[in-house]
């Protein structure tokens, strides 16, 4: 069963946040660019196993029966909306980051 795959709003300004702190910051485009096909690639497969990674078990993520999908150092926060057949990642953080705010 394939589903879509939505960015939130905060979700889409993480990604480029964190593509623009590899390509300029750390002055490596070529890693950012590599770090965002495998963002592609690993939301593809979300598509078609949307209950793959298990539910986060911290709040306030635990009463949303929200998901995470680790890529690299990174955590996908996402629900799934069965009736709708979509998957919404709501944020997308680093996994030094305080994920309960």
């Known amino acids: 069963m394939i ?3 939505h960015l939130s709003a905060t ?3 993480d990604l480029d946040g964190i593509f623009d702190y590899i390509a300029i910051t750390l002055a490596a485009p070529k890693a950012a660019v590599d770090w965002m096909d495998k963002v592609l690639k690993s939301l593809d497969n979300l598509a078609n196993f949307p209950e793959l990674f298990a ?3 911290e709040e306030p993520w635990l009463l949303r029966n929200v998901r995470i999908m ?3 150092n ?3 926060f ?3 909306e069965y009736n709708a057949k979509k998957i919404v990642v709501l ?4 996994f030094r ?3 309960s705010k």
Do not use: N, T, W
């Open 74 to 76: 990174y955590k996908f």
């Open 55 to 57: 539910e986060c078990q």
């Open 91 to 94: 944020r997308v953080l680093s």
């Open 78 to 80: 996402y629900h799934i």
């Open 97 to 99: 980051q305080d994920s």
């Open 11 to 13: 979700a889409q300004g």
């Open 3 to 5: 589903f879509e795959v």
């Open 70 to 72: 680790p890529v690299d």
